[in-house]
């Protein structure tokens, strides 16, 4: 329910914090007093489209906190839990406007955007007349209205369609799995064939991308390698190169080798150096005799890299990944030629299934219809007992055969519009093409009596309900609403003293001059303060006797 609301500089109201009560809450007023300002502002932190006009003139900036406690088991809660929000039965609702056009939403101190902000709160209030809240104005809703009628039958029909539905899920996966159906098939086997004889051609073995790069990278060099070993072989081998000087050295030292064990060790090592240095020589000169270049093996070599390189990009990062490719897609294919038996049973299961979930779905609308006919009788009835006497209502249920139906949904394939015409003589129309707002008030009350916790709103919210009312229909209407707040708050704006009477909770709305400034100014009247009103309302005199009557029209819906 909506416990506390708070507004701030809004219109002609520059401070007020309401308090209501969990069950039937009246606001009243003169006309112009300020009571669609309480509802434009409840609209605001509701997610209704903000305005420069609604911040009060002379002010920067306008607000509204809304405070609501719900069951933290409920839609609302688990809403707000969604967006990862901590909530425990408190969902506190924050939202300012300035002049700028900029503005800024929380929920229970996190920062929302307005859609997310909608999505909750269209699960705490229905503001009638107002048709971004009106939980019936959805087709969607009607059905859930109409399943809530059905009650356990409804609940028993949607469990077996989910439960065929998602039998219907793992057939069609297997039949993926399988390659779908045979077009499907063809096209996936002409595609694995053509990656098969890709890969299988190419007979690509793990390493050769590297070796062909060092391959490559040889050859682009060859003219720098033939230079470098001969340059070499040359600094080693030439008269008066390495190899001459090392020599000369060693038959110095020879000399003198008997004289000393270092001075023969020097020798010994000279001679190795020397032997060394001349084998070095000759292995260059081997080297340089193997390097050669060869144009074709050049092209070849670029040829078999960009190959590889093409089939490493289609099917993985190395050649083993493209070996295990190949594997895979061999091992698909066989299994896509074996499948054709299987196929077929799936296909024979899949057609079972829809035949089943389209029985369902038959049965479904059936229950949905007999509940529906017995509903527009019951609603017609208190219609013609809130002052519409010409009021006709019928649940229109678009039809569908086996090729229409919807065979994927846990809803079933119905498609429902709640159609309602007010006046003899004019046809039906959808609900939100017709109605007006006190009729939609008066309808939704209608539907109310009818329904128990269908749609889980906590809080339902009714402006200018009484438009063209008076009489026993004004009494009705207070029975009604005492009736619903049983279970559901009631917010509602009311000129009848029937209902003022019924209130448990009464406001006064009005305006006063202060500072040189009109102000409204909201007051949760004391019992003997909504004596007053009542008087007021029914346009007496103040007497003895008209507060004797005030008090006779409490007392009457209080038994």
């Known amino acids: 329910m909506l416990y506390r609301l708070q507004i701030k500089n809004i219109a002609l109201i520059d401070s007020a914090d309401i308090i209501f009560d969990g069950r039937l809450n009246v606001l009243s007023g003169e006309t112009g007093s300020g009571k669609s300002v309480i509802l434009d502002s409840i609209n605001f932190a509701l997610g209704s489209k903000a305005d420069k006009s609604m911040i009060r003139f002379g002010e920067d900036e306008a607000s509204v906190r809304a405070e609501f406690e719900v069951s933290p088991s409920s839609a609302a809660a688990q809403a707000v839990e969604d967006l990862d929000i901590e909530c425990d039965g408190h969902i506190i609702i924050t939202r300012r406007y300035n002049t700028d056009g900029r503005g800024g939403i929380k929920i229970n101190g996190n920062t929302v955007t307005a859609s997310m902000l909608r999505g909750v709160t269209s699960r705490l209030v229905d503001v009638h007349g107002q048709s971004e809240h009106f939980f019936l104005l959805s087709e969607a809703n009607q059905l859930k209205v109409l399943d809530g009628l059905c009650g356990k039958a409804a609940i028993d029909v949607k469990c077996a369609l989910s439960s065929e539905i998602a039998n219907k899920k793992a057939i069609l996966s297997d039949i993926a799995a399988l390659g779908g159906d045979e077009q499907e098939r063809a096209r996936e086997l002409d595609l694995l064939d053509y990656q098969i004889n890709e890969i299988s051609a190419a007979s690509v073995r793990v390493g050769e991308y590297d070796e062909l790069l060092t391959r490559r990278n040889l050859i682009n060099n060859t003219e720098r390698i033939l230079s470098s070993l001969g340059g070499a072989a040359q600094a080693l081998n030439s008269d008066g190169g390495v190899v001459d000087l090392i020599s000369a050295a060693a038959r110095q030292i020879s000399s003198i080798s008997d004289l000393s064990d270092d001075y023969g060790d020097i020798c010994t090592r000279l001679d190795e150096l020397c032997a060394e240095a001349q084998d070095i020589a000759e292995s260059m000169g081997d080297l ?67 035949k089943r979930i389209f029985s369902l779905c038959v049965a479904l609308s059936k229950e949905r219809q007999k509940v529906a006919a017995e509903f527009e009788g019951r609603v017609v009835e208190q219609l013609k007992s809130l002052n519409i006497p010409d009021a006709r209502f019928v649940v229109e249920f678009e039809k569908f055969d086996r090729s229409t139906a919807d065979l994927n949904s846990a809803n079933g394939s119905d498609r429902v519009k709640f159609m309602f015409s007010a006046n003899k003589g004019e046809p039906l129309k959808p609900l939100n093409k017709v109605i007006s707002g006190g009729e939609m008030s008066r309808f939704m009350l209608a539907i109310k009596t009818q329904l128990k916790d269908i749609n889980g709103i906590s809080t339902y919210i009714f402006d200018e309900i009484d438009a063209g009312i008076s009489g026993m229909t004004a009494r009705t209407v207070a029975q009604k609403f005492i009736g619903i707040s049983g279970t559901t708050q009631i917010i509602a704006v009311s000129h009848l003293p029937q209902v003022c009477a019924a209130s448990h909770a009464q406001f006064l709305i009005y305006k006063t001059e202060e500072g040189g400034k009109t102000v409204t100014r909201v007051r949760r009247l004391t019992d003997e303060q909504k004596l007053d009103e009542i008087i007021r309302l029914t346009g007496s005199v103040s007497s003895d006797a008209a507060r004797e009557h005030a008090r006779q029209l409490i007392s009457q819906f209080k038994k």
Do not use: H
Not at 296 to 320: H, N
Not at 333 to 352: F, I
């Open 288 to 354: 340089s005799d193997e390097v050669t270049f060869d144009e074709m093996e050049a092209q070849q070599t670029e040829e078999r890299i960009e190959l590889l390189r093409g089939l490493m990009k289609k099917y993985g990062p190395d050649e083993q990944a493209v070996i295990d490719f190949l594997d895979r897609a061999t091992a698909r294919r066989d299994s896509l030629l074996n499948s054709a038996d299987r196929l077929e049973k799936l296909n024979a299961a899949l057609q079972e299934s829809e």
